[in-house]
């Protein structure tokens, strides 16, 4: 198997299978595939529809937390199951565009992935509210002036990574919105590619912008003590 889609959700009933559909569309005689969605404690019928959806996806395995740990834990619940060296991520509420996950997948540079790569999304158009388009912007200026890692869109769910650079990273709670500074961090490198953006059809989002802002600040402070404690040796051998 080539490449494991991890798709973490919460009370995304409405959601899920027409983007199941869409990914099978999109992967289907292209490359040997797995999906992976980790139902992260859903309180409404999220956990019935992913059965439903399995009887017509055989490449669906289902995964679900007892309660709500949120979507990094269930990211890393997905990435450690997955039985591929590939891995790619994208949010469960149908935003990102399946059909960009190939373009990512082609993207990476597999001989230097060992090294560890990220190849992740760039919404450059978004399709959110006026509100949360200029917080994100903002929070992107914040965290690139501190964290330095050359990304524009850092929070972007849509994301194609080794697995063994994911499984070496730190784990911590809200950790996925910072993968490139993590990656950075333990010497590889990030290629931001753009792709589709697309409005919220169904469902309602499950975070607030203060909620957001006030975590996303305590986190990117604890990824820059990180930065600013990995001393990476330059190593030779005598001969």
């Given at each position: 198997?080539?490449?494991?889609?991890?798709?973490?959700?919460?009370?995304?009933?409405?959601?899920?299978?027409?983007?199941?559909d869409e990914i099978c569309g999109q992967l289907d005689d292209k490359l040997d595939y797995a999906i992976i969605?980790?139902?992260?404690?859903?309180?409404?019928?999220?956990?019935?529809?992913?059965?439903?959806?399995?009887?017509?996806?055989?490449?669906?395995?289902?995964?679900?937390?007892?309660?709500?740990?949120?979507?990094?834990?269930?990211?890393?619940?997905?990435?450690?199951?997955?039985?591929?060296?590939?891995?790619?991520?994208?949010?469960?509420?149908?935003?990102?565009?399946?059909?960009?996950?190939?373009?990512?997948?082609?993207?990476?540079?597999?001989?230097?992935?060992?090294?560890?790569?990220?190849?992740?999304?760039?919404?450059?158009?978004?399709?959110?509210?006026?509100?949360?388009?200029?917080?994100?912007?903002?929070?992107?200026?914040?965290?690139?002036?501190?964290?330095?890692?050359?990304?524009?869109?850092?929070?972007?769910?849509?994301?194609?990574?080794?697995?063994?650079?994911?499984?070496?990273?730190?784990?911590?709670?809200?950790?996925?919105?910072?993968?490139?500074?993590?990656?950075?961090?333990?010497?590889?490198?990030?290629?931001?590619?753009?792709?589709?953006?697309?409005?919220?059809?169904?469902?309602?989002?499950?975070?607030?912008?203060?909620?957001?802002?006030?975590?996303?600040?305590?986190?990117?402070?604890?990824?820059?003590?990180?930065?600013?404690?990995?001393?990476?040796?330059?190593v030779s051998e005598i001969k």
């Open positions: 198997m080539e490449l494991t889609v991890v798709i973490p959700v919460y009370n995304e009933v409405e959601s899920i299978a027409p983007l199941l969605v980790v139902d992260d404690g859903s309180t409404d019928s999220t956990p019935g529809v992913l059965q439903t959806s399995r009887e017509a996806h055989s490449r669906l395995r289902i995964l679900r937390h007892r309660s709500c740990y949120g979507q990094s834990a269930a990211i890393a619940t997905g990435v450690e199951a997955a039985g591929s060296p590939w891995i790619a991520t994208l949010d469960g509420d149908g935003q990102n565009d399946p059909a960009d996950i190939l373009a990512l997948y082609r993207a990476m540079d597999k001989s230097s992935a060992g090294a560890g790569m990220l190849v992740t999304g760039y919404r450059k158009q978004r399709r959110d509210d006026w509100l949360k388009r200029s917080s994100s912007r903002i929070a992107n200026a914040v965290r690139a002036a501190v964290l330095r890692d050359a990304t524009p869109d850092s929070a972007c769910g849509l994301k194609v990574f080794a697995r063994a650079t994911f499984l070496a990273l730190p784990q911590f709670d809200h950790m996925h919105r910072f993968l490139p500074a993590l990656v950075q961090r333990q010497g590889g490198r990030v290629l931001s590619i753009e792709v589709q953006h697309r409005p919220r059809r169904r469902g309602v989002s499950k975070y607030g912008v203060h909620d957001r802002l006030w975590a996303g600040i305590i986190d990117m402070l604890g990824v820059r003590w990180l930065q600013r404690r990995n001393r990476r040796p330059f």
